[in-house]
């Protein structure tokens, strides 16, 4: 009777921690704030002016690489921090001595202080990804972008201590007068040469692939540790899981994207 008892007992606690794990992730999510210009999945679709045009014309603002002469990578994660997958991508990334480069949504951080604070304990680099992450081509406004840009450099700095001079825009989108304008507040507008489309919530075998076909020395990745209210990063987890092993038995390290560029990331 004992037996059945402390069985019955360990049962009940079992799912007792179970329920308030789910209760605090849902306490949590009720702070999440939706990207304001639309999920990836419907937006990314559409390419207004590409990058590597863009590259081409402000060189001296724009980056979609690092140097090719040397066997290193960067692994960036747009749209966090999200309480549902940042820590789990924090703990691979811990696991594997990986440092990476979080471009972070200004809601998002004045929502959840604590993984801002974790991503800087670890080493890892913060950056600007607007505060509401709007369609800044659909808005098609200088001041809009400069608003939202301003107020998560704001934010950032009262957290981090600094104001980074690293930006990403949100689903990539960008026209000249946009860039001029990131060039006049000093920023450093980082895209990418290899796209996980991570997005799209393949199997993490297809995301895998996606990274490892693609990558190259010099690459800069693109991953997301953060979704809308519907999204799910879970396969992007478990991607990592076969990318960062795979690319370290390939002989490539990991570096931040300051690191790897060779360029500061704070003003």
Known sequence: MKVILLNALLIISFFAIISFEAITVNAQLE???DPEGGP???ERVRYPVSNIILQERYPETIVLRGPQTEKKVALTFDD???PRFTPQILDILKKY????????MGARVNAYPDLVERIIEEGHIVAN?????PNLVEEADLDTLE???NKTENMLNEQIGYRTNLFRAPYGFLYNEL???LSDLNYTVVGWSVDSLDWQESPPKDIAYNVLSNVHPGAIILMHDGADWEGNRTNTIKSLRQIIPSLKEQGFEFETVPEL???????
Do not use: C, M, Q, S
């Open 147 to 149: 608003r939202e840009v």
């Open 129 to 133: 990804h607007t505060y509401w992450h």
């Open 179 to 181: 860039v001029e304008k």
């Open 80 to 82: 966090g921090p999200d």
């Open 97 to 104: 001595n990986v440092k990476a480069t979080f471009f972070l």
């Open 40 to 42: 990836e999945h419907t």
């Open 31 to 33: 702070n999440l704030p």
């Open 261 to 267: 560029l060779d360029i500061p990331y704070k003003k």
